[in-house]
């Protein structure tokens, strides 16, 4: 197997180059492997991190996860050696240098299983493979000498997907209560026979069922706040009373996280609850955001010649992967997130519906669309697992089934506060304008994907409505005020173009006049007072601008819906649907057109007390890539409380870190204020249980005080030291991204070569999931990164056993921060979000029984009042870095010891 292919393996990483051509692997030099990979074709595994170890920008070759992709379409695979093997059932390859020879096993292997007649992902593989030599595919050629033409024609993708049917309305749920035997009961079942029942989770469960109660009053849910420490069981403990009511009130349960983890996480739970996969299938149902999914028109454009290079090549193995995928989700489903990185996130962009563009049930595709059946399917099902921003959006922009979200589950209830901030947050931006325009006449040059205007996608609704095609008309003349394509170079030069361009250059201005000393890396911020006269002027012909542009969109609302009153013979059911959606977008951005207009009013006058305003130049490694005026709630969970709670009929909030853990204070009203709890006429269920583990025996947090901060050089040898001192298993979290790229550039070769590779968020080319993902299949592996590994990141075992926190991770002083500083107890809110955030990182370390391991926080001067965000009786001491490895490193000799001590045992502390 392994001589019928002509090819060499390369593997680059930070401990080398190794080439193998078949005569074993050999070393060599970067600029030698470029050379040598320029000449002859190379077997690569992931080609854009190979390239980012060889110091290029890209480079060519035959990448292995490009061809398992085409072989095992949604199919789970890391992507390393050791992850290619385990997927592939091969042997895991030793040394560094013995993954070069490991490759050409591993192509062999998927290209011979091309011609097994088991192989179970073959139905479209063989006209795919033709479309993919047609657009140069660098694996076509043996993908289709191997290939066998199927005896009769398959069927093409797009008429072998489902298709979904409509379905009478759910009857309303019945109410009733679930009693606390019944909970138990469905508990136990979760839990399978013979588990343990642990008291702790059957309480959690009990506490949880308030929330599936029947309301006693309009507008005033049953809430329900329950904080369950790590290891109690809090998915399975709130999943018993959700799945008991949805079955007997015949209703449906929203259950909604933060973050894309504990999605894929909560929907492989649910099996215990539907172990039949058909059962499942109806009665469970992930739900995003449509632009998560593929649209199936975007991809019939790609695949007729709409994408060309690369991106064609990714829309014909997205295509592969449509006809196996169970939703369509390309962000977090089943399409892998490495395969996006390989040809770029542009690609994958072009293929979803980012704009708001779809015609619905104009679409050729529509009876087949994987986000109308997700729509569809959530109607009728017992759980929807959903996100919070989803949830809200649903909300606040009136659609039908959040009508239906009757019964909500907040898991990370923690983040509630973030994720309305963003959700009722207001943003007069160069690229929010830029967006819109988009959406009303198209790109202004050639995109990939389907990018039609206005115009195109309303031709045939308004063909024989005059008054509708004068609204259209003025509204493209009026679109085009607003910023187009390089506004940035515009602004730059003092040189704008209209009057929204001109207002941001304005804003430009005094923001560059008022900020001084800030770090490169970091945005630019201004207050929204003193406002200077050229901004106040200038805001006067922008708002003049959006009114101009906001008359002619009413007014085509306005007749959409007059033609859905009039219900002429040709509407049918899916061109109401569609008109109603259309109507819908247009309301939604007439609105956003009406809030920009009282945004600029609020320019040189008085300051609304509910708001927080401020000028923006939003910067990213010093690069400008927007400007303009942005607006949040003082306190964002007021029109949260009021569009999402209100309207329930029972809401459980559930975190393991829920309550404020500041001394001498109301741990429930911090709760209370920051969940929304507080708006309501009821005021909700408490309940707390504490985690089982046992922090004394099983973890500890040693502070290192001689680090100096600014010291580049002592932070990287400090975190080069803990991680050789563990073994790898290590989680390095940062505050800034500018201080994480420094610190990986000074230890990434010399860990790789000791055998402790190192990946991290920010430098490597892999998007987060992935790079978690990696983390957790290597022991040995360590991972560097920022806010999004602090949260929502379940690695448990051996595979990490060090966390280790560069700096406190006190909030930054924005704007926003130092308004609700101000307003919500100055000292304090700053100590409750750095607690939290404390307490989050923590909360990585153990997720098991059986879990131990040391949180390093490198801080000469930590505040004694914040140490109450671990866990109560977690160890808690001071010292200095040699005595910190010391440790670290006796910990880990003796776990790996037959009769493995805890870390609370004296001799793994370092004592005697």
Request: glycine content about 10%; aromatic content about 6%; hydrophobic content about 45%.
């Amino acid at each position: 197997m392994i001589v019928s292919l002509p090819y060499p393996a390369l593997v680059a990483n930070h401990g080398g180059v190794w080439i193998d051509a078949g005569d074993g692997p050999a070393m060599v030099s970067p600029r030698d492997a470029v050379r040598r990979a320029a000449d002859t074709p190379m077997l690569l595994l992931n080609a854009a991190v190979t390239a980012s170890r060889l110091g290029l920008p890209e480079i060519g070759g035959l990448d292995l996860l490009e061809l398992f992709a085409f072989v095992h379409p949604a199919r789970f695979c890391v992507p390393t050696a050791g992850g290619l093997a385990a997927a592939l059932g091969l042997d895991t390859p030793g040394a560094q240098g013995a993954e070069a020879a490991f490759l050409r096993v591993a192509a062999a292997r998927l290209l011979d299983t091309l011609g097994d007649p088991a192989w179970p992902e073959r139905h479209g593989a063989w006209a795919i493979a033709q479309s993919l030599a047609r657009q140069r595919w660098g694996w076509a050629q043996e993908v289709t000498r191997r290939l066998k033409q199927p005896a009769k024609p398959e069927r093409l993708l797009f008429t072998t997907l489902p298709k979904w049917e409509d379905a009478a309305p759910r009857p309303r749920p019945k109410d009733i209560a679930v009693p606390d035997g019944q909970v138990d009961a469905t508990l136990a079942r979760l839990l399978g026979p013979g588990s343990e029942q642990r008291q702790g989770q059957r309480d959690y469960a009990r506490a949880a069922a308030h929330a599936f109660r029947p309301r006693s009053m309009a507008t005033a849910p049953n809430v329900a706040l329950a904080e369950a420490g790590t290891g109690i069981g809090k998915t399975l403990g709130y999943l018993a009373p959700a799945a008991l009511w949805a079955a007997e009130a015949g209703g449906t349960v929203w259950l909604s996280t933060y973050t894309k983890a504990l999605q894929r996480q909560l929907d492989a739970e649910s099996t215990r609850a539907y172990p039949d996969a058909a059962t499942k299938r109806a009665k469970v149902v992930v739900r995003k955001g449509r632009e998560n999914y593929l649209c199936l028109l975007n991809l019939e454009d790609a695949m007729q010649g709409g994408f060309g290079g690369r991106a064609g090549i990714f829309a014909q193995l997205a295509a592969r992967w449509a006809e196996y995928s169970r939703d369509g989700d390309m962000v977090g489903g089943d399409l892998p997130g490495w395969l996006a990185t390989l040809f770029g996130r542009a690609a994958v962009a072009g293929l979803s519906d980012r704009r708001g563009e779809c015609i619905y049930a104009g679409c050729p595709h529509y009876r087949t669309c994987f986000i109308e059946r997700s729509t569809r399917a959530s109607a009728h099902a017992d759980l929807v697992i959903a996100n919070h921003a989803l949830v809200m959006i649903n909300a606040v922009r009136g659609r039908d089934e959040a009508g239906r979200m009757t019964r909500i589950v907040f898991d990370e209830g923690h983040h509630l506060f973030d994720a309305a901030d963003s959700t009722f947050a207001l943003h007069l931006s160069a690229r929010e304008c830029v967006e819109l325009r988009s959406w009303i006449l198209g790109p202004e040059k050639a995109a990939r994907g389907r990018r039609r205007d206005l115009a195109a996608r309303l031709s045939d609704v308004i063909a024989y409505d005059d008054a509708g095609a004068l609204a259209l008309e003025a509204a493209g003349q009026a679109a085009r005020a607003l910023p187009a394509d390089g506004w940035g170079q515009r602004l730059t030069s003092g040189a704008p173009y209209g009057p929204i361009e001109t207002l941001l250059c304005a804003v430009r201005t005094q923001v560059h006049a008022r900020v001084t000393g800030q770090e490169t890396g970091y945005s630019l911020e201004s207050e929204v007072a003193e406002v200077l006269p050229a901004v106040i002027e200038a805001a006067v012909g922008a708002a003049a601008a959006l009114e101009a542009l906001s008359a002619p969109l009413l007014a085509l609302e306005a007749r959409l819906v007059a033609v859905l009153d009039e219900a002429p013979d040709w509407l049918d059911v899916p061109s109401r649907a569609r008109l109603d959606s259309a109507a819908a977008g247009l309301r939604q951005r007439g609105q956003l057109l009406a809030a920009w207009g009282v945004l600029l009013a609020r320019l040189g006058g008085a300051a609304d007390p509910d708001f927080i305003d401020w000028f923006a130049v939003d910067r990213v490694e010093g690069r400008e890539y927007d400007v303009g005026i942005h607006r949040h709630w003082l306190d964002p969970t007021r029109p949260f409380a009021k569009a999402v709670l209100e309207p329930a009929h029972g809401v459980l909030v559930t975190s393991a870190t829920l309550r404020s853990r500041a001394p001498g204070q109301d741990h429930w009203r911090d709760t209370e204020l920051r969940t929304g709890a507080t708006h309501l006429a009821l005021p909700p269920q408490r309940f707390a249980v504490d985690s089982p583990f046992d922090y004394a025996r099983n973890s500890r947090v040693l502070i290192v005080t001689d680090v100096k901060r600014g010291d580049m050089a002592g932070l990287a040898s400090a975190y080069r030291q803990l991680i050789e001192a563990a073994g790898g298993g290590t989680l390095g979290l940062f505050t800034a991204i500018a201080r994480l790229k420094a610190v990986h550039a000074r230890i990434a070769d010399p860990l790789t070569r000791a055998g402790w590779p190192i990946f991290a968020q920010h430098v490597d080319p892999i998007d987060t999931g992935t790079l978690v993902d990696i983390f957790r299949a290597d022991p040995r592996a360590s991972l560097l990164g920022t806010d999004a590994l602090r949260d929502g990141v379940d690695v448990p075992g051996a595979s990490l056993r060090l966390v280790v926190m560069e700096g406190m991770p006190w909030p930054r002083p924005t704007v926003l921060h130092a308004a609700r500083r101000a307003a919500f107890g100055g000292a304090a809110y700053d100590d409750l979000v750095t607690m939290g955030r404390l307490a989050q990182a923590f909360g990585r370390l153990i997720r098991r029984a059986d879990d131990c391991g040391t949180f390093v926080l490198l801080g000469p001067a930590v505040p004694s009042r914040l140490l109450c965000a671990f866990p109560a009786g977690t160890p808690v001491e001071r010292v200095g870095l040699d005595e910190a490895v010391a440790r670290v490193a006796n910990l880990l000799a003796f776990v790996a010891a037959p009769g493995k001590v805890s870390a609370g045992d004296d001799r793994a502390r370092g004592g005697p």
